[in-house]
């Protein structure tokens, strides 16, 4: 079966990181195959379940990713009490939620929540839900960031390539041409036109993908912490939290390109602006829990300085700054990547 390759690759428990490509080669199989939403909601059921907390969470990403991309068909399948009873299971008491770990069970929640205010059309998704809260398994709503709210993306233009006016009226002239070289040109111009657009969709998807994987290790290295010890050890996920807080740290050169990139998108760069501050909260809170360090803005002797990448920001996103001491946290001006 074409689907477990992918779905075991992106699962794979000894995975550092998101496997994004094969997160993405599960979504396109689903996608192409008709029975595929059937399939993929049997495999993606088992996975969730799994012993191992970090093959389920990843299963769960896998979950989120494909009902943002993998449309109608999918929601459909997944608005189904045949799956629904399987994340049910996951969190019910009665079945695996006693030995379910608590961040697995809280992902589960989040994603049935966030399903009933993106798919109103899908009932059964908002009865199981209503029945895990008369079952006191769901005791409050939980608080989604912008980024978990499932919020089906706009259907691209069909003429995209063509939403360039000028080249459009040009290419309409050199078409109605008889002339071989005019049609040659228009040849040429439509290759040029295709590239362009091509690369808008390259960096769209590098965009979407980055900041999604800045999100995922946020909200799960944020779980680990909550429950994080520093006078107790050994502990048990030590090794996991220092390899997500590494790769959040490798993530800001990351975010300082894409922000480079993006500066005529005020709506990609506000996205990419406010990953950046869930990445610096989330590093500023591994080290009061895990280092000890006393960290308050940018008073702490790690966060004081103006580095040379943040004056960079400085420079490109909102222009020159005067020389001052540069102000805290809760006080950076809009267009400020806070370090």
Not at 66 to 85: A, D, I, P, W
Not at 112 to 118: D, H, K, P
Not at 142 to 148: M, Q
């Amino acid at each position: 079966m074409s689907f477990i390759l992918p779905l075991d690759k992106a699962t794979n428990p000894l995975n550092r990181e998101t496997d994004w490509d094969s997160v993405q080669a599960f979504c396109d199989q689903l996608n192409n195959d008709l029975e595929g939403p059937q399939l993929a909601t049997r495999l993606l059921a088992h996975k969730i379940q799994s012993p191992q907390e970090w093959e389920a969470m990843q299963a769960l990403v896998v979950l989120e990713m494909c009902m943002k991309s993998c449309g109608e068909r999918f929601h459909s399948e997944v608005g189904k009490f045949r799956f629904l009873n399987e994340l049910i299971k996951v969190v019910s008491p009665k079945y695996l939620g006693t030995r379910v770990p608590e961040p697995v069970k809280k992902k589960v929640l989040e994603l049935i929540y966030s399903w009933t205010l993106g798919l109103p059309g899908e009932a059964k998704i908002a009865d199981a839900y209503q029945m895990l809260k008369k079952q006191g398994i769901v005791k409050q709503d939980p608080v989604l960031p912008a980024d978990k709210l499932l919020l089906l993306p706009p259907p691209r233009p069909k003429n995209a390539i063509f939403e360039d006016e000028e080249k459009s009226k040009t290419l309409t002239r050199l078409l109605n041409s008889t002339h071989p070289e005019d049609l040659k040109a228009a040849n040429k111009l439509i290759q040029e036109m295709v590239q362009e657009d091509q690369k808008r969709a390259e960096k769209l998807s590098k965009r979407v993908n980055a900041i999604q994987d800045v999100n995922e290790s946020v909200s799960l290295l944020t779980q680990l912490l909550e429950d994080y010890d520093r006078t107790t050890k050994p502990q048990s996920n030590a090794e996991l939290i220092q390899d997500l807080y590494q790769r959040c740290e490798k993530m800001r050169p990351t975010l300082f390109r894409l922000a480079s990139d993006t500066e005529d998108n005020d709506e990609a760069l506000a996205e990419i602006l406010q990953a950046n501050d869930s990445l610096t909260q989330v590093i500023n809170l591994y080290r009061q829990q895990v280092k000890g360090e006393v960290v308050n803005g940018n008073n702490s002797a790690n966060t004081r300085r103006l580095t040379g990448e943040q004056q960079w920001v400085n420079d490109t996103l909102r222009g020159p700054t005067p020389p001052t001491r540069p102000p805290s946290l809760r006080t950076l001006p809009p267009g400020t990547l806070s370090r």
